[in-house]
């Protein structure tokens, strides 16, 4: 198994609180990506970073922001949490020149209420 | 716009029974297609890359295929374990920095 690790892996935060979710990688791939998971949309990209202090938008980057001072972390950050960002998110992991396939982490489950 | 189609969206069938799931794109200059198995409560995991039409790649009961338009995954005598939700994604034009994924097939086996 890809070595990826994500934490928390289940939180509840009241709408309007900020929140910070952690993707952690051994496998020095350079490329990493937020994804969330809703019923009947699927994976939809966040935010995705090509190397340290690299990073670009997806299609639901609205509400979202991120970093990655090391190779190995990205961060993900609800500025001010909303009931809509309710949802499973996950890290992916990959080199695009080896491949392109992604690796995922096991998810975080985060509600908002 | 990139878009990946991915049907039927559930499929139940009966230990031994035989089928195939449909993945459909639009991706100009496709690159190439991923599958996945996704259990419930977990990230997708990797199964297979399909780099061109015509290509085929195995894995216990499961065997994928790429045409020119779609690909195809087909399931052989599956068993109750190889229940799960399979996702296909493909490479957006660009490139394989990033890619879309289909809202995946949800398979129930049943003993």
């Known amino acids: 198994d890809a070595g990826i690790t994500q934490s928390p892996r289940h939180k509840v935060t009241e709408t309007g609180t900020p929140v910070t979710l952690r993707c952690h990688q051994t496998e020095n791939h350079r490329y990493m990506y937020w994804y969330r998971q809703d019923p009947g949309h699927g994976l939809r990209l966040i935010h995705y970073s090509y190397g340290v202090k690299d990073t670009d938008k997806g299609e639901v980057s609205d509400g979202y922001s991120v970093s990655r001072s090391k190779t190995e972390d990205f961060l993900l950050t609800l500025e001010s949490a909303t009931s809509s960002q309710t949802s499973v998110y996950f890290c992916?992991?990959?080199?695009?020149?080896?491949?392109?396939?992604?690796?995922f982490g096991p998810g975080t489950r985060l509600t908002v209420t | 716009e990139d878009q990946v189609t991915q049907s039927p969206e559930a499929l139940r069938l009966q230990e031994g029974e035989s089928s195939s799931l449909n993945c459909s794109y639009t991706v100009s200059g496709l690159r190439g297609l991923f599958w996945y198995r996704q259990d419930p409560g977990k990230g997708p995991e990797f199964l297979f890359t399909l780099y061109s039409a015509g290509e085929e790649k195995e894995k216990e009961r499961l065997k994928a295929t790429l045409t020119k338009k779609e690909s195809f995954l087909h399931i052989t005598a599956p068993k109750p374990e190889d229940s799960a939700t399979y996702l296909c994604a493909a490479p957006n034009s660009g490139g394989y920095q990033k890619v879309t994924f289909g809202t995946g097939t949800k398979l129930q086996v049943i003993p």
């Open positions: 992916a992991i990959s080199e695009p020149n080896r491949g392109g396939e992604q690796y």
